[in-house]
T-cell receptor, first 115, second 109 residues
Framework: NAGVTQTPKFRILKIGQSMTLQCTQD?????MYWYRQDPGMGLKLIYYSVGAGITDKGEVPNGYNVSRSTTEDFPLRLELAAPSQTSVYFCASSSRPGGGNQPQHFGDGTRLSIL | DAKTTQPNSMESNEEEPVHLPCNHS???????IHWYRQLPSQGPEYVIH???SNVNNRMASLAIAEDRKSSTLILHRATLRDAAVYYC??????????FGAGTQVVVTP
């Protein structure tokens, strides 16, 4: 089972460059999430989506954009990379949490360095 | 958002039980209590979750206080593979998770 797949696994960007972090899931989950994790810290929510065409901001959305055109894919876009965005990025998905608050399934992460 | 308080670290001997406490005094009536763990260089892994009643699964048990202001994750027999950071998290109705710093569990052979 593939679960949640993130690409690339590693990337180095120069300041001001743009890139898209890809996330896809094959579990037909409606809910998808993007988190970032700085060294020694817990994860912080960037954006989340409750279904195709619906997205909303999390705790730390500045400097990022998302889109959700299909159930499977939830890409995260960095438009003007800054050193403060150096982090490990995790994508997660879950089935509709209502009526039981389902667990989230996480990808292996993308390690991003901005120099 | 409701927050949780956990000890920074805990140590255990292999094959002994581990009890990880978590305080969440501002929990609301609809918040679920989730536990995830994160091994080095990996994404978080779901462990267990509950609302009011104690819960058991193949990985662990979750004991929830009657007033829901605290909970305890119980690993019945710690193995070296259980060494990880364990996060206690309150999940709102949208399923959003707010991670704290977690508890680093060290397992000694």
């Amino acid at each position: 089972n593939a679960g949640v797949t993130q690409t690339p696994k590693f990337r180095i960007l120069k300041i001001g460059q743009s890139m898209t972090l890809q996330c896809t899931q094959d579990m037909n989950h409606n809910y998808m999430y993007w988190y970032r994790q700085d060294p020694g810290m817990g994860l912080k929510l960037i954006y989340y989506s409750v279904g195709a065409g619906i997205t909303d901001k999390g705790e730390v959305p500045n400097g990022y954009n998302v889109s959700r055109s299909t159930t499977e894919d939830f890409p995260l876009r960095l438009e003007l990379a800054a050193p403060s965005q150096t982090s490990v990025y995790f994508c997660a998905s879950s089935s509709r949490p209502g009526g039981g608050n389902q667990p989230q399934h996480f990808g292996d992460g993308t390690r991003l360095s901005i120099l | 958002d409701a927050k949780t308080t956990q000890p920074n670290s805990m140590e255990s001997n292999e094959e002994e039980p581990v009890h990880l406490p978590c305080n969440h005094s501002t929990i609301s009536g609809t918040d679920y209590i989730h536990w995830y763990r994160q091994l080095p260089s990996q994404g978080p892994e779901y462990v267990i979750h509950g609302l009011t009643s104690n819960v058991n699964n193949r990985m662990a048990s979750l004991a929830i206080a009657e007033d829901r202001k605290s909970s305890t994750l119980i690993l019945h027999r710690a193995t070296l593979r259980d060494a990880a950071v364990y996060y206690c998290i309150l999940s709102d109705s949208w399923g959003k998770l707010q991670f704290g710093a977690g508890t680093q569990v060290v397992v000694t052979p």
